[in-house]
T-cell receptor, first 115, second 116 residues
Framework: AQKITQTQPGMFVQEKEAVTLDCTYDTSDPSYGLFWYKQPSSGEMIFLIYQGSYDQQNATEGRYSLNFQKARKSANLVISASQLGDSAMYFCAMTRLTGGFKTIFGAGTRLFVKA | DAGVTQSPTHLIKTRGQQVTLRCSPKSGHDTVSWYQQALGQGPQFIFQ???????QRGNFPDRFSGHQFPNYSSELNVNALLLGDSALYLC???????????????FGSGTQLSVL
């Protein structure tokens, strides 16, 4: 069975500083994808970044990067130069790349950006 | 380009009633997934519809059922509502790529269901 663990219920970061949100996962599938989504107070989940299990390089999307450590089964999200608008819930998610169609989510981390 | 739209945005029901939630996927998408998000928790997968059929189902009772129409829109039905069904129900759309599932999900803003 697949499982996503996010151990930080809440995080604080000063505006313009970098922050790392932790995510560990468990799966027996050799081929999987990892995602991070942002959920503002409006409720809509917004895709941030994707990493495939066979990708050699860590994914980056603007101010977002994914620190993928396959042996440790971790997929931490790094947000550089935090902005006030980054205050939101952040969810780590995983899907099987073959033989399955559902995406599973962790419990989330609430990020507070301080001015 | 319209994104994923869900209706209604809020709904109040009483125990034992039935409810229908609706979702229109993003233009060009053919797959719809439904998620239940309880307060303070991550979304839980209910089921996914593709080509008008339920393709995969999560660990939810048969009281939860769905439908997908030829225009790819979808409905989620919940019968015999329980207090524990109170949650935010999210619809997500994607473009199916056969066996590969690395496509990102596009979400609607959800329907907040309260069961009294």
């Amino acid at each position: 069975a697949q499982k996503i663990t996010q151990t930080q219920p809440g995080m604080f970061v000063q505006e313009k500083e970098a922050v790392t949100l932790d995510c560990t996962y468990d799966t027996s599938d050799p081929s999987y994808g990892l995602f991070w989504y942002k959920q503002p107070s409006s409720g809509e989940m917004i895709f941030l970044i994707y990493q495939g299990s066979y990708d050699q390089q860590n994914a980056t999307e603007g101010r977002y990067s994914l620190n993928f450590q396959k042996a440790r089964k971790s997929a931490n999200l790094v947000i550089s130069a935090s902005q006030l608008g980054d205050s939101a819930m952040y969810f780590c998610a995983m899907t099987r790349l073959t033989g399955g169609f559902k995406t599973i989510f962790g419990a989330g981390t609430r990020l507070f950006v301080k001015a | 380009d319209a994104g994923v739209t869900q209706s209604p945005t809020h709904l109040i029901k009483t125990r034992g009633q039935q409810v229908t939630l609706r979702c229109s996927p993003k233009s060009g998408h053919d797959t719809v997934s439904w998620y239940q998000q309880a307060l303070g928790q991550g979304p839980q997968f209910i089921f996914q519809y593709y080509e008008e059929e339920e393709r995969q189902r999560g660990n939810f009772p048969d009281r939860f059922s769905g439908h997908q129409f030829p225009n790819y829109s979808s409905e989620l039905n919940v019968n015999a509502l329980l207090l524990g069904d109170s949650a935010l129900y999210l619809c997500a759309s994607s473009l199916s790529q056969g066996e590969a599932t690395n496509e990102k999900l596009f979400f609607g803003s959800g329907t907040q269901l309260s069961v009294l």
